[in-house]
């Protein structure tokens, strides 16, 4: 016979976990949606960056920083099989630890982007009344 504490345990359990991976999910849609609003955003930034090469050698400058850049930037997520996932309750613990400190790495690097984002906006506003200035 079931220990019906064991049992309710189980439950709620299974309830917690139901409701993270839905978490999961929208977290992952986020993150996707993010990637390719970044990419979008990089391309942009990029074809702006271009108009600083005013000649030869400033544009082989930017091409090179750029290739650097790129090169350093991670690379999307590969997908593992669920099958080849530890279901060992008895790592949970360190498995979620782990989820907390890379998150809490995600949340600072999400702060130095927008700092970047808003350095980039004033820059933009800048050129903007630079070139207004200029065409007149």
Request: net charge negative.
């Amino acid at each position: 016979m079931m220990d019906p504490a064991g049992s309710a345990g189980q439950t709620k359990l299974q309830e917690i976990f139901d409701s993270f991976n839905e978490a999961w999910l929208k977290y992952w849609e986020s993150c996707i949606a993010l990637q390719n609003q970044l990419d979008e955003s990089l391309r942009a930034a990029r074809e702006v960056q271009w108009l600083a090469a005013t000649d030869q050698g400033k544009l082989s400058e930017v091409n090179r920083l750029q290739r650097e850049l790129f090169a350093s930037m991670p690379r999307r997520l590969d997908y593992t099989p669920l099958g080849q996932v530890s279901q060992d309750l008895d790592s949970a613990p360190s498995k979620i630890s782990g989820l907390e400190s890379a998150l809490s790495s995600e949340e600072e690097s999400c702060k130095k982007l927008e700092a970047g984002i808003a350095i980039l906006k004033t820059r933009i506003q800048a050129m903007k009344e630079a070139l207004q200035v200029a065409r007149r």
